[in-house]
């Protein structure tokens, strides 16, 4: 079992930046690829992004460029940094983590909410 902890939202304004956090339990966080989600109301939960447990970076072409996820295995910690935020990065950020080279992920954490005000 892995649970997973985001932290880090809040409100920014436009042209801001945030760093969210996801602290993971366990012993084998290395060997789980982490992704992070984000669902707006009203929308479906839509992919960010993800990193690979050999480190490799995926981007939704949404926050390609002013987005970056990043991992700490000493600390069992995966962390997104967003920068140049947009009103349409406002959502729930969800991180999840799937085992080696799966996609489909095992495990969710609770989310945190991120509004960036116009």
């Known amino acids: 079992q892995v649970q997973l902890v985001e932290s880090g939202g809040g409100l920014v304004q436009a042209g801001g930046s945030l760093r969210l956090s996801c602290a993971a339990s366990?012993?084998?966080?290395?060997?789980?690829?982490m992704g992070w989600f984000r669902q707006a109301p009203g929308k479906e939960r839509e992919f960010v992004a993800r990193?690979?447990?050999?480190?490799?970076?995926y981007y939704a072409d949404s926050v390609k460029g002013r987005f970056t996820i990043s991992r700490d295995n000493a600390k069992n910690t995966m962390y997104l940094q967003m920068n140049s935020l947009k009103p349409e990065d406002t959502a729930v950020y969800y991180c999840?983590?799937?085992?080696?080279?799966?996609?489909?992920?095992?495990?969710w954490g609770q989310g945190t909410q991120v509004t960036v005000s116009s």
């Open positions: 990193i690979s447990w050999r480190s490799t970076a």
């Open positions: 366990g012993r084998t966080f290395n060997m789980y690829a």
């Open positions: 999840a983590a799937a085992w080696g080279d799966r996609t489909e992920y095992d495990y």
